[in-house]
């Protein structure tokens, strides 16, 4: 009897692997203390604190792999993390840009400028918007020193994230300053919002041909603030 029953067993066996069948998978491993961080952490994302929902989803998956909470992370957190990556990074930009308003020449001023980031290590330039009470509106590179070069028709070529390259009209200030003027300032500071990297080109007096690299994606035209009407 004991061998029938052997035989028998053996005979499923064989017959489930001739079929191809495969053993059911196994069940998700039960773990209360998952579920109670797993309900922080949905805490966490749904109040936008995704600093804290990261570290507490990584924690998940380390200390409780295998579980249904561990495969929810699984499946939420690479979004979270690109959220707070982009927020971040959003953040920096903004932090390039100096907006300030003051008094320059007897008028009131709004400007906002940021800064090159000249891998070359050549000296820093500084983009400027300026809103001016007597002088208006304007767009303008500061280099600082023997300013720049530009023979007419002077005009600086710039590449918006790498697309292939467009000259735009500018003029040196009759004053002598160390700064070269952008002429068509409004359809600058309209393009400028999302753009990652800006390279102008120019000459400086003091160094030659450049290409001065900006990051002006954190531009935000509102809080180059309007002056007040006279």
């Not at 209360?32 to 929902?53: C, D, I, K, M």
């Not at 400007?111 to 090159?116: G, M, N, R, V």
Request: charged share 20%; proline share 9%.
């Amino acid at each position: 009897m004991i061998a029938l029953s052997r035989t028998l067993a053996v005979a499923l066996l064989l017959a489930v692997a001739a079929c191809g069948g495969k053993p059911p998978p196994a069940a998700p491993r039960v773990d209360p203390r998952a579920a109670q961080v797993l309900a922080t952490y949905r805490e966490l994302v749904g109040a936008n604190s995704l600093e804290f929902a990261i570290t507490v989803g990584r924690e998940i998956q380390r200390n409780h792999p295998g579980t249904p909470a561990a495969a929810e992370v699984a499946a939420t957190l690479p979004e979270i993390e690109a959220r707070f990556a982009a927020g971040n990074q959003a953040k920096r930009l903004a932090a390039l840009w100096d907006c300030q308003t003051s008094v320059q020449s007897g008028g009131a001023q709004s400007a906002a400028s940021i800064f090159s980031i000249d891998p070359s290590g050549a000296a820093q330039v500084r983009f400027i918007f300026r809103r001016h009470a007597e002088w208006g509106r304007s767009a303008y590179l500061f280099a600082g020193g023997g300013g720049f070069l530009c023979p007419e028709p002077c005009s600086l070529l710039m590449r918006f994230d790498g697309a292939p390259g467009t000259r735009w009209k500018a003029h040196l200030p009759e004053t002598g300053e160390p700064a070269i003027f952008i002429d068509d300032d409004v359809a600058l500071a309209a393009k400028l919002p999302g753009t990652q990297r800006l390279e102008i080109e120019a000459v400086l007096r003091d160094q030659g041909p450049v290409t001065m690299v900006f990051e002006p994606g954190g531009f935000v035209p509102a809080k180059w603030v309007e002056l007040p009407k006279p």
